[in-house]
């Protein structure tokens, strides 16, 4: 349903538009604006709201569905709050106004990236519960800071919290990518980010470039960086920013309970999925590295990739759709019975 005029516009969509404008961008984000917002979403939906501050500043927002099985492990819907910056100047609407145009597409940041996934599981959430539905396991949402700079006041901690344990979550949904084809991709894994600081002091020189050697193992890699260090001489220190050893694999076989669960929810819905390792990196890898398979998932075909882009946007329609596609996917997934291993 495509509206063009704002009278008739899907309520999910003004949802959406409101949550884009509030400015959750690094490296200020505006943490308590969307913590508000959230609050204020439980609070219509009939949700708990948990909030759980892992660094002072730092809050992980958990609003929770339960499941008529308390006692089987949940489904965790995970999202981050936060946005990259932008160039103003390249941007043919403001990126905070949520400027929707004749079309239908909605230009801000964080359309892609990954407010509307947010919006999404809420709104599906809120379909599936007005319709009077319960499902055996727990729904949690976690709405969480930080990703964008690398999770280590977020996700990073928040896996490591009682809290986190207390979920009990079986298995997770995070954030993908979008599709230009009729496509939807679906991420198991990732790579790992590896962003080094190197500090040379001294006479200024000439910059070193990059060799790239895809092929070498990456402790190899890494005593490369010592080597490069110890030759430049004297006063030639490097440091990890970010160096993550523990990649994981979320199963995509159908004989795994919850890729049936997932990928047969998708078939149902006529949905073309393409599987493959995200070439960045998400929250997805903390929660993968504790043991709980996730697996990335933002519902956008026929849509070019534009996060972290000048003029992200997205489709109205193309978000509705997603709402259509998480009351299947959660109602298959939260309904996923017993598993062996939870018995
Ligand atoms: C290594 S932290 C990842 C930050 C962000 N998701 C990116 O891929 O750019
Ligand atoms: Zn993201
Ligand atoms: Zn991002």
Redesign the pocket.
């Known amino acids: 349903m495509t509206t063009k005029d704002p009278e008739s516009e899907h309520p999910s969509v003004t949802l959406f538009r409101q949550y884009l404008r509030i400015c959750t961008v690094q490296p200020n984000p505006d943490y308590g604006g969307a913590i508000t917002f959230l609050e204020e979403r439980a609070r219509q939906l009939g949700l708990s709201c948990q909030k759980i501050e892992v660094v002072p500043g730092f809050v992980i927002t958990v609003l929770t569905w339960p499941g008529t099985n308390p006692s089987l492990p949940s489904i965790l819907l995970n999202s981050h709050t936060d946005v990259v910056p932008v160039f103003k100047e390249h941007w043919h609407h403001d990126p905070f106004e949520a400027f929707k145009d004749s079309e239908g597409y909605i230009y801000a940041r964080g359309s892609q990236d990954m407010k509307s996934v947010s919006i999404q599981y809420l709104e599906a959430v809120r379909r599936l519960k007005s319709e009077g539905h319960r499902f055996p396991r727990t729904i949690h949402m976690t709405f969480v800071p930080d990703?964008?700079v690398?999770?280590h006041k977020g996700m990073e901690l928040f896996v490591k919290r009682p809290e986190f344990q207390a979920l009990r979550a079986g298995f997770v949904l995070d954030e993908g990518l979008a599709n230009p084809t009729d496509a939807f991709t679906v991420f198991y894994s990732e790579r790992s980010?590896w962003?080094v600081q190197v500090t040379s002091t001294g006479k200024p020189g000439h910059a070193s470039r990059f060799i790239e050697d895809t092929a070498a193992e990456k402790l190899a890699f890494e005593k490369q960086l010592q080597r490069w260090c110890q030759e430049a001489g004297e006063g030639v220190t490097f440091e990890f920013a970010?160096k993550f050893t523990e990649p994981r694999m979320t199963p995509t076989d159908d004989s795994d309970p919850w890729w049936a669960a997932f990928s047969g929810a998708c078939k149902a819905m006529n949905l073309t999925l393409e599987p493959e390792i995200f070439p960045?990196?998400?929250d997805s890898r903390f929660i993968r590295a504790v043991g709980i398979p996730a697996l990335g998932f933002s519902p956008m075909n026929r849509t070019p990739v534009l996060l972290?882009d000048h003029n992200e946007r997205l489709h109205e329609d193309i978000f509705l759709r997603g709402v259509d596609i998480y009351t299947g996917l959660l109602s298959a997934l939260a309904s996923v019975p017993t598993l062996p291993s939870e018995s």
Request: charged share 20%.
């Open positions: 990703e964008e690398g999770g980010p962003w970010q960045a990196a998400t972290h």
